[in-house]
């Protein structure tokens, strides 16, 4: 373990001074801002240039699923960086193949074709091209809480409000209601009911929207920061059913999901259903240089045996970034981390959850499975009614505001989008973390419990 970094405020300040002044960051109106300059991170913590310390329930962006600087990928990475630090995509390289192909000994069925890009987003995109130029078709189907990335395409299919401002109705895109059934759509009152249903619309709109002009339905496994919602039992299949009957590529998001999250290598395989694209990213390498990827079924990888695929990346499969792969990958397999997030979640976490539902008026429902887990906070149990609005802002959202405050004074940094807060720590997390975690998480849940009826 590193030793804890020494409090530093001046050069915390001058971080921030020169991020205040040049970094423009993602998804933010930038005036309104308050970045937390970061000294140092490690395992399952990091610490601010004040010496406090945070428990990270967020693994960064749900990716550090080994933790922070885990010294067998840094190593990996600074051999890599010695022997070779980047080459041309074009070339057969050590570490790209081997990436590729420990990759394809753990993606589902016959998913052995891999093609690299820099992160989930482009992943999509480049299945969704991949797909239309496979079927000949335009529209791609995708579901609503949904998100899929933040580029053109891929915030198009997102089903969020993320979407709205880069949404001109032009993409191919065609949105559906997915199962859920805490806020079923479909007046279910089971899960059974919820899937059925949910099947019923899918088919519908499928039917409505003409078969021979949708080249692909697109599904996060296990849907991430829109939900955690794990599907009922026979919906996957189902959606790979239709897409059989009517011609249609099935592809599955395994960006947030995938590596171990959901405490399996990929979160199809507790479905035993296999897609015919399926895209990753984050977990491959835990986010310690940018890499992600389409994996490819035979059937789609005929298609440009002999037809050039048209697209590419500069820094496709980076050397870099598929050495920390391939050493993430063996660390995962050696250190046994998808099984200790398969079962810490169901041990542990799962029920520590449940008990917090039953003492806390603000949870309305607990989700998940593996170290992929939600909590619904509502104002009222009996309605169910958010604890704040749809896309809440300002004034609206300060009990999720206060919630988050709390949660970071007792040192856990929370995993929040809208009335929610995500428990999605690394799949490395040990026992005595994980209730450091919680006993921090029960402490903030006493505070949204103040804005209940």
């Not at 619309?201 to 829109?226: D, Y």
């Not at 491959?284 to 059937?299: H, R």
């Not at 959202?397 to 040192?411: H, T, Y």
Request: aromatic letters at 10%.
């Amino acid at each position: 373990m590193t030793p804890q970094p020494k409090p530093n405020p001046q050069a915390g300040a001058a971080v921030k001074a020169a991020d205040r002044a040049h970094v423009f960051h993602s998804w933010s109106a930038q005036d309104l801002i308050d970045p937390l300059p970061i000294a140092a991170a490690e395992g399952s913590y990091f610490w601010d240039y004040d010496g406090n310390r945070y428990l990270d329930f967020t693994s960064g962006l749900v990716f550090t699923n080994i933790g922070y600087q885990h010294p067998k990928v840094v190593a990996a990475i600074q051999k890599q960086a010695a022997t070779m630090t980047t080459f041309a995509p074009a070339f057969a390289i050590e570490a790209r193949s081997e990436a590729a192909r420990l990759i394809a000994e753990r993606t589902p069925g016959d998913l052995d074709k891999i093609f690299f890009t820099n992160g989930g987003a482009d992943a999509v995109e480049h299945a969704t091209r991949m797909a239309r130029l496979h079927t000949g078709r335009p529209k791609v189907l995708a579901a609503y809480r949904s998100y899929h990335g933040g580029t053109q395409q891929a915030v198009n299919l997102t089903g969020d409000p993320r979407r709205w401002p880069s949404d001109t109705g032009t993409a191919g895109v065609v949105h559906f209601w997915a199962p859920f059934l805490y806020r079923s759509r479909f007046h279910a009152e089971t899960e059974a009911q919820e899937c059925a249903r949910a099947l019923e619309h899918l088919e519908t709109t499928i039917t409505f929207e003409g078969p021979s002009t949708i080249a692909a339905i697109i599904l996060e496994t296990v849907p991430g920061t829109a939900g955690i919602m794990v599907p009922p039992p026979g919906y996957l299949a189902g959606v790979r059913e239709l897409c059989d009957k009517y011609g249609i590529v099935f592809v599955l998001d395994e960006v947030m999901a995938g590596f171990g999250r959901t405490g399996t290598w990929f979160a199809a395989d507790l479905f035993d259903v296999v897609p015919d694209l399926m895209t990753f990213a984050k977990g491959v390498n835990s986010g310690y240089v940018p890499l992600g990827g389409v994996a490819i079924s035979p059937a789609i990888a005929e298609t440009f045996a002999r037809r050039p695929y048209p697209g590419g990346l500069t820094y496709s499969g980076h050397p870099l970034a598929c050495a920390a792969a391939v050493a993430t990958i063996n660390v995962m397999a050696e250190e046994g981390v998808v099984t200790n997030a398969a079962d810490l979640g169901a041990s542990l976490i799962g029920p520590a959850l449940r008990e917090l539902a039953d003492r806390h008026p603000c949870v309305g429902e607990v989700r998940g499975t593996g170290m992929f887990w939600a909590l619904e906070l509502v104002r009222n149990k009996e309605t169910r009614e958010p604890l704040v609005p749809y896309n809440a802002a300002g004034e609206a959202n300060a009990p999720m505001l206060a919630f988050g405050a709390a949660a970071k004074a007792q040192g856990l940094w929370p995993f929040i989008n809208m009335n929610r807060t995500h428990v999605v720590p690394p799949c490395t997390i040990t026992e005595a973390e994980a209730k450091e975690g919680l006993a921090a998480l029960d402490a903030a849940l006493s505070v949204a419990d103040e804005h209940t009826v």
